[in-house]
């Protein structure tokens, strides 16, 4: 039985039909994906459902699986999830079960990077993975001295992780670093073991830079503009790329939609002074406060009791479109 190591696939879904293709892979060979599966590639869902219904076969827990995991999700993740519709969460649940290493007679896989002199079990996952975390850690230990240039290990390390170019990096019986860029039109790259025999395909194109322009309206489209703070609002809306009309068209609407949204201040306040008196009227100028801790908008009847309620305190309390649109629902504010 032979494993077939694959570095970082990034959504290359032909490039790694054509690889496995290339090494005639059989259904007694097990297949290693060294992580970062998704991201950046047309075809990400295409590659996680070949390697999840693939029997024989392990996939490794990589940067961008764990960044989706952890929701600190950049442009090329935002894409994923829309790629991924009603399956996202499916596919988080998959990720959360990746192992962070596999061990073979032959070698150790990881995605990103061990630390020398411990043992893999007792290895840090952000290490293993790449994480942000991670690369500190390695980058305070060894300062800028590569990880891979220090091992010593006993069995040599297959990982991805890190572009070494258009051909792996081998330093024989030590380190094989098999991430060459394949999402950025180089070429995607497996090793076979136990032979250590390299194999590489090219990519068709670069996909990463078509699908950075591609994705932009409908990612903003999807961000949640009712849970972000005015000035965040304000500062992706005045960010427009004149190149991409569609795009900048969609900001201005924005940008619109949420000064018409603060343009209906005095109605809320209007509103807010006249709750405040009906309140006064029935339960008395020192007793009202405690009926009002009923209302979402307390704070606001207190403010507009003690010293006079203004648009940049409503602004300053009511911090997200959609605190605003509650309390205008609360209060009967037509829009």
Not at 153 to 177: A, C, M, R, W
Not at 271 to 296: M, P, W
């Amino acid at each position: 039985m032979r494993t077939i190591v694959v570095g970082d696939i990034h959504g290359c879904y032909q490039e790694l039909i054509e690889l496995l293709a290339k090494a005639k892979i059989t259904q007694e060979d097990c297949l290693v994906s060294l992580g970062d599966i998704v991201d950046r590639g047309t075809d990400s869902v295409k590659v996680y459902d070949f390697l999840r219904n693939r029997p024989n076969t392990i996939v490794l827990m990589g940067n961008h699986e764990r960044k989706h995991l952890r929701k600190t999700l950049s442009y090329s993740q935002e894409i994923v999830k829309l790629q991924f519709g009603d399956r996202y969460e499916e596919f988080l649940e998959w990720a959360s079960h990746l192992p962070y290493y596999h061990e073979t007679a032959e070698a150790i896989l990881v995605h990103a990077a061990v630390e020398n002199d411990i043992p893999i079990e007792k290895q840090r996952e952000e290490v293993l993975c790449g994480c942000t975390a991670g690369e500190k850690h390695l980058s305070k230990r060894y300062g800028d001295t590569y990880w891979s240039e220090l091992y010593t290990g006993e069995k040599p390390v297959i990982f991805g992780h890190h572009v070494v170019g258009d051909n792996p990096l081998i330093v024989e019986g030590k380190v094989y670093g098999i991430d060459t860029a394949a999402c950025h039109g180089a070429r995607l790259t497996g090793l076979i073991l136990p032979s250590f025999e390299i194999i590489q395909v090219q990519a068709a194109k670069d996909y990463w830079r078509e699908e950075i322009p591609k994705w932009q309206l409908p990612v903003m489209m999807a961000k949640p503009w009712n849970t972000y703070k005015w000035d965040k609002i304000k500062a992706i809306c005045s960010d427009r790329d004149s190149r991409n009309p569609e795009l900048s068209n969609f900001m201005i609407e924005k940008e619109r939609w949420m000064n018409n949204l603060l343009s209906l201040a005095p109605k809320i306040i209007t509103k807010v002074e006249e709750k405040l008196t009906e309140l006064i009227s029935a339960h008395g100028a020192d007793n009202f406060k405690k009926q009002a801790r009923n209302y979402s908008y307390a704070t606001l009847l207190y403010k507009a009791n003690s010293s006079g309620l203004d648009s940049d305190f409503l602004k300053q309390t009511l911090r997200t479109p959609s605190e605003w649109l509650q309390v205008m629902k609360e209060l009967g504010v037509k829009s």
